[in-house]
T-cell receptor, first 114, second 118 residues
Framework: AQSVTQLGSHVSVSEGALVLLRCNYSSSVPPYLFWYVQYPNQGLQLLLKYTSAATLVKGINGFEAEFKKSETSFHLTKPSAHMSDAAEYFCAVRRGSTLGRLYFGRGTQLTVWP | ETGVTQTPRHLVMGMTNKKSLKCEQHLGHNAMYWYKQSAKKPLELMFVYSLEERVENNSVPSRFSPECPNSSHLFLHLHTLQPEDSALYLC?????????????????FGEGSRLTVL
């Protein structure tokens, strides 16, 4: 079975501070992993994805994530938070053998203080 | 034209009403999905259509009835809903067959239809 756990339903940072959103996965096979962002009243937008090509993945808006097999983690980071980063972030793992079926974590709400 | 378009964006209905949510994708994908997003719950996969055939139905009550007339359109027909069905319903699409290395079938989402059942 495949699943993801996002540690911390809420994270607050000051503008300019480091953003760290945690995601741990369980998977019986090498996983494909994704981070999505959801702004208020909008759908989910892909931030980045891990496809086994490289362990450090760079995404849009200055975000990146590092795949660590030994820790079964795929944490999302950004060196310097911006007010526009305030949103909900979802980690997801590909579920099953068919490409599109994703299993999502519960989400982490990021608040950025001025 | 945005990739995945959902209408209506907001819907309020009574428990005895019949309404439908519509989704259209302009990405040339061959798989479409309905997800339910409720407060304080993980995203729930409701239905999956691949090549216009329903391939997954995750124990969704029969008051939700999906329809996929072609690979670009997906509907969710609603009938005699309950207040607990109030949620954001998200449509997504993907390419459900690998076209080559690196194809990971990521989902592309619409903006959602916010449903309130009174």
């Amino acid at each position: 079975a495949q699943s993801v756990t996002q540690l911390g339903s809420h994270v607050s940072v000051s503008e300019g501070a480091l953003v760290l959103l945690r995601c741990n996965y369980s998977s019986s096979v090498p996983p494909y992993l994704f981070w999505y962002v959801q702004y208020p009243n909008q759908g989910l937008q892909l931030l980045l994805k891990y496809t086994s090509a490289a362990t450090l993945v760079k995404g849009i808006n200055g975000f990146e994530a590092e795949f660590k097999k030994s820790e079964t983690s795929f944490h999302l980071t950004k060196p310097s938070a911006h007010m526009s980063d305030a949103a909900e972030y979802f980690c997801a793992v590909r579920r099953g053998s068919t490409l599109g079926r994703l299993y999502f974590g519960r989400g982490t709400q990021l608040t950025v203080w001025p | 034209e945005t990739g995945v378009t959902q209408t209506p964006r907001h819907l309020v209905m009574g428990m005895t009403n019949k309404k439908s949510l519509k989704c259209e994708q302009h990405l040339g994908h061959n798989a479409m999905y309905w997800y339910k997003q409720s407060a304080k719950k993980p995203l729930e996969l409701m239905f999956v259509y691949s090549l216009e055939e329903r391939v997954e139905n995750n124990s969704v009550p029969s008051r939700f009835s999906p329809e996929c007339p072609n690979s670009s359109h997906l509907f969710l027909h609603l009938h005699t809903l309950q207040p607990e069905d109030s949620a954001l319903y998200l449509c997504a699409s993907s390419q459900d067959r690998a076209r080559g290395l690196g194809e990971v079938g990521e989902l592309f989402f619409g903006e959602g239809s916010r449903l309130t059942v009174l």
